[in-house]
C-alpha cells in the first residue's frame, strides 16, 4: 500500500491529492498491493529545491487556499483517500529529526580543524528528508531556522578568532584566509543542498527572512571581512606581496593565492572596495615614488625614462591578467600611466622628443604619444613637437658650410615627420555600428567567431597644420637661400634624370621637392634661379626629358606660380631655332658647301623669354669662326629684316679632336674651353697673360676657365706651379700625356653649376625686381585708395606681392619714402602717417 508521501512525489496531473493535508485523519477502505511503511525511503535522493520549482510547496498552499474559500462558503469540507488510513508521524519521531538536523547542522559549522568534531550523524539523504519532516510535516521551521542563524553566528565568530591570532603575518597571512573562506563557502553551499525544504518552504514564504547562503555570507562578510583587524591584514597581505613583485621584478610564491582572494572577495561583493581599490592606490603611490626618484637621480635621460614606463606598464597588465578580473586590467595601466607622467610631462616632451628624433625612433614617439594622450597631455607634446621641428628645420637652412646638402637633409626629415604624422600621431575613430542582438555561439568545434573591425587610424589635425607651420617658421630664419637650393636641387634632379626609376617613382620624387617650396615665402627667387637652370639645360643638352620638363612647368604654373606660364616661350624659341638651323643648312648644301658650317649650331633667342642679361664683353672668337657666324647672320637678316642679334658665346659648346701620346680623344667642352685649347695650336706653352691678351676674357671667366681644363678631374692642359687655383704669373702648357678609359670626353660640365659670381648677380637683379615690384604695388594701391595711414598702405602692399615675396617692412617704408620724393606720394602735413596719391 503506498503512503501519502509516496503520491505526493508523483508528477501534478491532478488536484486529487492537493487538499490532503487539510484533513490527514479522514481515511477510506480500498485494496492495495503495496507496503504502507511509514519508514519506506523515497525513490531517489531529493534534489535542491526552490520556491519556484517545488511541487508540494505550491500544492499546500494552494490547498489551503481553496479549503479556507470552501469553508467559508460550504461549511467543512471532508476529504477521502481511497486506502489503509494514514496514521499521523509520532511525536517522538518529529522530535528525533528535529534533533538530527540540529546535529548535523552543528557539525557542518564546526571547522575541521577543530578538537573533537564528530563526524556527520546520518547521510546527506537521511539528514534531508529529517529537515522535510521537521518543516512540511511538523511544521517547525522557525525553529530550525533560529538553530541556523545561531550556529552561523557562532561559526563566523570562531573564524574571525582564528584569523585574527593566525602566526602567519604579512603575505603569508593570506593562506590561512582564503582556506577559511573556501571552507565557510563550500560548508554553507552543502547546507543550503541539505537543508533545501527549509529554505524553499519555509523561508521563502518569509519575506522579512534571508535565504540560508545570503544569510551566511551576509554574516561571514559583516563579522569576519570587515572586522577591522581581518580587513587591515588583508590591505596588509596585499600590500606586501605587490611591493615584493614590483621591487624584486619577479613572481612572488604567493601569486597563486591572489587569485583565490580575488574569487572570495567577488563572491561576498566586495571586491571593488577592498581589493581593487587597494590595489589602485598602491599602484599610484607606488609609481609616484619610483618617477619621483628616477627623476632625482638625474641620470636617467627622458627616452629611457619612457621606456621604463613601457616596461612597468607592461609588467602591471601581465600581473593584473594573472590575479584580477578583466575589467581592472586598464584601470590598473592608466594608474601605472598617470603616476608616472604626472609632473614629467614637460620635460619628457622637450628632451624625448629631440632625443627620439635623432634616432629617428618612430615606435618610441608613437608610444610616447599614446601615452601622452590617455593622460590628456597631448597639447604638451604638440607644442614640443612643433618647437622641435622649427628648431631642427631652422639649423639645417642655416648651416652655412652644408648648403649643398641642404635639401636632401630637409627631404629626410620632413619624410620621417610626415611618416610621424600619418602613421604615429593619429587617433583611432569610434565606428558607430548598429547595436544587434547578440546571436548563440554554435557549440561545434568548427565554429568561428569574427573580431570586430578595427576603427581607422585618423592623423591628429593639430599635428598635421604644426608641421607645417613649423617648417615655414624653420624657413624665415634665413631669406631667399632655401628657395634658392629648392631650384638648385630640381635642377640637378632634372639633369640626372630617372636612371631606371619609373615614371611614378620620378613624379614622385619631385613632388616632394616642390612640397618644401611652399614653405617658403620667397617664390620669386625660387622661379628665378629654376629658370635660369632650365635655360642652361635647354641650350645644354643636358634635360633628362622634354616632356618631364614640360609636366614640371605646367604644374609649377598651376599650381604655385603662375608666371612660370612665360617660361613656355624658351621651348617655342628652341623649336623655330631648329626650323631656321634646318633652312640654313640645307641652303649651304644646295650651294655646294659641305664645310664645318655643317656642323654650326646656331639658336636664335627672344631676350625677354630667357633669363640672361646681354654681355657688355665677350670673348674673341678665332677668324674662323667669326665668318661662320657672318655667314648665318646674312641669312637671317634675309629672312627678317630690321632685327639685331647679338651673340652671347658663353653658353656655347664645341667639339674638338684632340691627339695625345695614348691615342686620338674627342673633347666635348664650352666654347670658351675651346678657344683657348685651340690656342695651344700655335703654342705649346703660353702665359696667364698671353691667353687673356688673345680670348680678351674677364679675370673671373679666364680663371674659372683655366681651372677647369687644368685643376679639374679631366686636366687636359697642365699649370706650373701646381695647385688648386689659378693665377695671373701661373703658365700653362698642353698636356700630351693625358689619358682617358673613353674616346669621348666631357670637360664642360663647368657651365652646369652656378659660380658665386653668377648666384650673386642673380641675387641682385631679384633685389632689383622686388623694388620695382613693391613701387608698383604701392602706386597701385594708392591710385586706387587715394588716401591712406602708413598701416593701411603697409599691409595692403604686403597683400599685393605676397604670392610672390614677402617683403620686409622696413623695404617697404624705404620705397613709400622714394615714391615720396619722387612725388608719386604726398604726406599729409599734419598727420605725417597719412599718405596722399598725387595724380
Known amino acids: 500500500m503506498a503512503d501519502v508521501f509516496t503520491l505526493l512525489t508523483l508528477p501534478q496531473t491532478s488536484d486529487a491529492f492537493s487538499k490532503l493535508s487539510a484533513q490527514p485523519h479522514g481515511a477510506a477502505s480500498a485494496n492495495s498491493t503495496r507496503d504502507t511503511s511509514r519508514s519506506a525511503s523515497p525513490p531517489r535522493k531529493i534534489a535542491r529545491l526552490d520556491h519556484a520549482s517545488d511541487t508540494h510547496s505550491a500544492s499546500a498552499s494552494s490547498s489551503r487556499a481553496a479549503i479556507s474559500e470552501l469553508a467559508d462558503k460550504r461549511g467543512p469540507v471532508v476529504l477521502r483517500v481511497i486506502g489503509y488510513p494514514i496514521k499521523p508521524t509520532p511525536a517522538s519521531a518529529i522530535d528525533a529529526d528535529y534533533a538530527l538536523v540540529r546535529r548535523s547542522v552543528k557539525v557542518l559549522l564546526t571547522p575541521d580543524d577543530m578538537d573533537g568534531r564528530p563526524a556527520l550523524p546520518a547521510t546527506y539523504d537521511r539528514i534531508s528528508r529529517a529537515c522535510r519532516a521537521v518543516v512540511a510535516d511538523a511544521g517547525r521551521g522557525e525553529g530550525l531556522y533560529d538553530i541556523v542563524k545561531m550556529e552561523l553566528e557562532r561559526c563566523v565568530g570562531g573564524i574571525e578568532k582564528k584569523l585574527v591570532n593566525a602566526p602567519e603575518k604579512s603575505v603569508q597571512w593570506l593562506k590561512p584566509f582564503t582556506k577559511s573562506c573556501a571552507w565557510f563557502e563550500g560548508q554553507v553551499s552543502l547546507l543550503q543542498s541539505l537543508l533545501a525544504y527549509l529554505d524553499t518552504l519555509y523561508v521563502a514564504e518569509k519575506i522579512n527572512l534571508s535565504r540560508i547562503k545570503p544569510l551566511a555570507y551576509t554574516m561571514f562578510t559583516r563579522t569576519v571581512i570587515k572586522s577591522a583587524r581581518v580587513t587591515q591584514a588583508i590591505m596588509d597581505g596585499l600590500a606586501d606581496w605587490l611591493e615584493d613583485e614590483r621591487t624584486k621584478r619577479h613572481e612572488n610564491e604567493m601569486r597563486p593565492y591572489l587569485p583565490q582572494l580575488v574569487r572570495h572577495m567577488r563572491a561576498h561583493n566586495l571586491y571593488a572596495d577592498l581589493i581593487e581599490l587597494t590595489y589602485l592606490n598602491l599602484t599610484q603611490t607606488f609609481y609616484t615614488k619610483e618617477s619621483n626618484e628616477l627623476v632625482a637621480r638625474g641620470d636617467v635621460p627622458a627616452d629611457e625614462f619612457l621606456n621604463q614606463m613601457d616596461k612597468r606598464i607592461k609588467e602591471e597588465e601581465e600581473r593584473a591578467r594573472a590575479v584580477l578580473v578583466e575589467s581592472s586590467i586598464d584601470a590598473v595601466k592608466d594608474t601605472t600611466r598617470s603616476a608616472l607622467l ?201 634635360s633628362a626629358s ?102 652671347d658665346h658663353s653658353l656655347g659648346t664645341a667639339t674638338l679632336k684632340a ?170 602735413e599734419e598727420d605725417l602717417n597719412k599718405y596722399f596719391y598725387v595724380a
Open 546 to 647: 622634354d616632356d618631364f620638363e614640360k609636366a614640371i612647368l605646367k604644374k609649377l604654373k598651376e599650381k604655385y606660380d603662375p608666371e612660370f606660364g612665360m617660361s613656355d616661350h624658351m621651348f617655342t624659341d628652341l623649336t623655330l631655332s631648329r626650323e631656321l638651323m634646318t633652312g640654313f643648312l640645307e641652303g649651304e648644301e644646295r650651294r655646294g658647301d659641305t664645310s664645318r658650317l655643317q656642323k654650326m649650331n646656331v639658336m636664335v633667342l627672344q631676350r625677354s623669354a630667357w633669363p640672361f642679361a646681354a654681355r657688355k664683353a665677350d670673348i674673341d672668337l678665332p677668324r674662323w669662326m667669326q665668318d661662320d657666324l657672318a655667314t648665318y647672320l646674312v641669312y637671317y637678316h634675309q629672312k627678317f629684316q630690321g632685327r639685331k642679334l647679338d651673340w
Open 659 to 828: 691627339r695625345f701620346k695614348a691615342g686620338e680623344k674627342e673633347l666635348s667642352v664650352s666654347l670658351y674651353q675651346a678657344v683657348i685649347l685651340l690656342l695651344f695650336n700655335d703654342s705649346d706653352s703660353l702665359s696667364y697673360a698671353e691667353i687673356k691678351e688673345q680670348t680678351r676674357l674677364d679675370d673671373a671667366e679666364l680663371q674659372r676657365t683655366l681651372q677647369s681644363l687644368a685643376c679639374g678631374k679631366k686636366r687636359v692642359v697642365r699649370k706650373n706651379p701646381l695647385g688648386k687655383d689659378v693665377h695671373k704669373t701661373d703658365t700653362f702648357h698642353f698636356n700630351a700625356d693625358f689619358t682617358d678609359p673613353r674616346y669621348q670626353v666631357h670637360v664642360n660640365s663647368i657651365q652646369a653649376k652656378e659660380t658665386p659670381e653668377e648666384t650673386k648677380r642673380t641675387q641682385n637683379s631679384i633685389e632689383q625686381d622686388r623694388k620695382h615690384a613693391l613701387d608698383a604695388a604701392i602706386v597701385r594701391v594708392m591710385k586706387g585708395k587715394k588716401e591712406l595711414t602708413y598701416e593701411q598702405l603697409k599691409t595692403a602692399t604686403i597683400e599685393a606681392v605676397k604670392r610672390h615675396f614677402v617683403p620686409d617692412v622696413a623695404m617697404i617704408k624705404k620705397r613709400i619714402e622714394g615714391l615720396v620724393e619722387q612725388e608719386y606720394l604726398r604726406r599729409d
Open 342 to 542: 604626472t609632473g614629467r610631462l614637460q620635460w619628457l616632451a622637450t628632451d624625448a622628443i629631440k632625443a627620439l628624433f635623432e634616432k629617428e625612433d618612430h615606435h618610441g614617439l608613437k608610444r610616447m604619444y599614446e601615452n601622452f594622450a590617455k593622460v590628456g597631455g597631448l597639447k604638451v607634446l604638440h607644442a614640443a613637437f612643433k618647437a622641435y621641428v622649427q628648431f631642427k628645420v631652422k639649423a639645417i637652412v642655416t648651416d652655412t658650410e652644408h648648403d649643398e646638402e641642404m635639401v636632401e637633409r630637409l627631404l629626410k626629415f620632413k619624410a620621417f615627420a610626415d611618416g610621424l604624422v600619418a602613421n604615429a600621431f593619429v587617433d583611432r575613430e569610434s565606428a558607430a555600428t548598429p547595436s544587434v542582438p547578440a546571436q548563440p555561439v554554435p557549440s561545434s568545434s568548427s565554429a568561428s567567431v569574427s573580431a570586430p573591425p578595427t576603427a581607422p587610424a585618423v592623423p591628429n589635425r593639430d599635428f598635421s597644420y604644426g608641421l607645417i607651420d613649423a617648417f615655414q617658421a624653420g624657413f624665415k630664419a634665413r631669406r631667399n637661400k632655401p628657395a634658392e637650393m629648392i631650384a638648385k636641387y630640381m635642377d640637378k634632379a632634372m639633369r640626372r634624370g630617372q636612371k631606371g626609376k619609373r615614371d611614378e617613382d620620378f613624379e614622385a620624387e619631385l613632388d616632394r621637392v616642390l612640397a618644401l617650396y611652399r614653405f617658403t615665402d620667397d617664390m620669386d627667387v625660387f622661379r628665378t634661379f629654376y629658370q635660369r637652370a632650365l635655360a642652361k639645360r635647354l641650350l645644354l643638352g643636358r
